[in-house]
């Protein structure tokens, strides 16, 4: 909470300098471990409400002790964990009635409300709970990048039977040689034999993978199928093979960029519909 009002005085400070809008912010510090969990994981204990509503007397005391009472006003939100999260193999399910207690909570605080972290995978009626029982901000990040990189092994898969001379899972290939070049960003985080490290670096829900796509190999491998694919109309039975999330009528219209981005749209949609209501 110190370090939060040191943060909040110096945002503040800038935000006055600059005669701009006053920041808004969120507190807490229930937060997951970066990248997600590294193990598979059973079950997940929701904030208690007591632990909850001590976070945010502590964080009052000593924003007014540092003279930002004013600046506590406005205070949005309170970082919290409802019982979601992602391992590297599998994810637990939001369930509504776990965390009763931490949403009768903001029954005391009416101008909070809950962030959740950790909300990628969840279905949208999870979703849609969330937001309802006072968790309107969710937060994701591998759910997104998981669902480009599952796009971009679709494309590399009707590349290899549809173009000739591009090559059998090329990018795929491409992004192993990238990933063992320079294991830094998924060594410590996946475990096991050979194998089980192989379909983790190029499968797992932490999707550590997402720290390479800028790598100037990925790049040229990723540029390199998009090249070979524009223009070129896929058919709806090989988007049905190897992409059947995405409608099919996409492949027809020969843009590989159109497809990417419908991937990671869908997801996006899961959240805009719960934060609508569902």
């Known amino acids: 909470a110190t370090r939060a009002a040191r943060l909040a ?7 006055r300098a600059k005669d701009g809008a006053l920041p808004l912010y969120i507190i807490g510090t229930e937060v997951p471990v970066p990248g997600g969990a590294d193990h598979a994981l059973s079950d997940l204990k929701p904030t208690e409400a007591a632990a909850a509503r001590r976070t945010i007397e502590i964080h009052r005391e000593i924003f007014a002790r540092e003279g930002l009472g004013e600046a506590f006003g406005r205070v949005i ?74 796009a971009l092994y679709g494309l590399d898969l009707i590349a290899a039977e549809m173009v000739p001379g591009y090559g059998e899972r ?25 194998t089980s490290l192989y379909l983790q670096r190029h499968y797992s829900y932490s999707d550590r993978i997402r720290y390479y796509w800028s790598n100037p190999a990925a790049s040229v491998a990723v540029g390199r199928l998009r090249e070979v694919l524009t223009g070129v109309g896929i058919p709806e039975t090989l988007m049905r093979q190897f992409l059947p999330t995405l409608p099919a009528g996409l492949g027809p219209a020969s843009d590989p960029e159109a497809i990417l981005l419908a991937a990671v749209d869908a997801v996006l949609a899961d959240y805009e519909a719960a934060c609508r209501g569902g």
């Open 9 to 15: 005085k110096a945002a503040e400070k800038a935000a």
């Open 77 to 150: 939100a309170l970082v919290v964990q409802p019982g979601v999260e992602f391992g590297s193999e599998n994810v637990i399910a939001y369930k509504p009635e776990a965390p009763k207690a931490l949403t009768a909570l903001l029954d005391e605080q009416p101008s909070l409300v809950y962030e959740a972290h950790s909300t990628d995978y969840q279905s949208r009626a999870a979703l849609t709970a969330l937001v309802a029982n006072g968790f309107p901000i969710l937060k994701v990040g591998p759910g997104l990048t998981f669902a480009l990189r599952e």
């Open 170 to 194: 090329s990018l795929a290939r491409a992004m192993e040689r990238v990933m063992l070049a320079a294991p830094g960003h998924w060594r410590s985080h996946y475990h096991g034999g050979e």
